[in-house]
Nanobody, 127 residues
Framework: QVQLVESGGGLGQAGGSLRLSCAASGRTSSSAVMGWFRQAPGKEREFVSAISTSGRSTYYVDAVKGRFTISRDNAKNTVFLQMNSLKLEDTAVYYC????????????????????WGQGTQVTVSS
């Protein structure tokens, strides 16, 4: 019902910035809670951030709080992850995810709480 395509990944320098985008089609992002996850080589997929359907509520894991900002443009069915002050530890494949069933964005989430996923975009941070 929802198709997601990430873009904006690539090479970044420690201390620099990247902005990831997630374009949604099918059901619009305005009807879905959206999230970002990341997975480093040999590691499990981990939650990064989520945003409510309206965009008024957001949640971040401590590792990225104050550095990353999730936002959405419902008119364009697009979700963003602005990544500032990049660290080497941010290197991972970043995945956009959508969940149509409502939940309140006040907590971290598990991957199985999101039904729809993009293919991922690689982010590599170098020193």
């Amino acid at each position: 019902q929802v198709q997601l395509v990430e873009s904006g990944g690539g090479l970044g320098q420690a201390g620099g910035s990247l902005r990831l985008s997630c374009a949604a089609s099918g059901r619009t992002s305005s009807s879905a809670v959206m999230g970002w996850f990341r997975q480093a080589p040999g590691k499990e997929r981990e939650f990064v951030s989520a945003i409510s359907t309206s965009g008024r509520s957001t949640y971040y894991v401590d590792a990225v709080k104050g550095r990353f900002t999730i936002s959405r443009d419902n008119a364009k069915n697009t979700v963003f992850l602005q990544m500032n002050s990049l660290k080497l530890e941010d290197t991972a494949v970043y995945y956009c995810a959508a969940e149509l069933r409502p939940w309140t964005v006040v907590r971290p989430a598990l991957p199985n709480e999101f039904r729809y996923w993009g293919q991922g975009t690689q982010v590599t941070v170098s020193s």
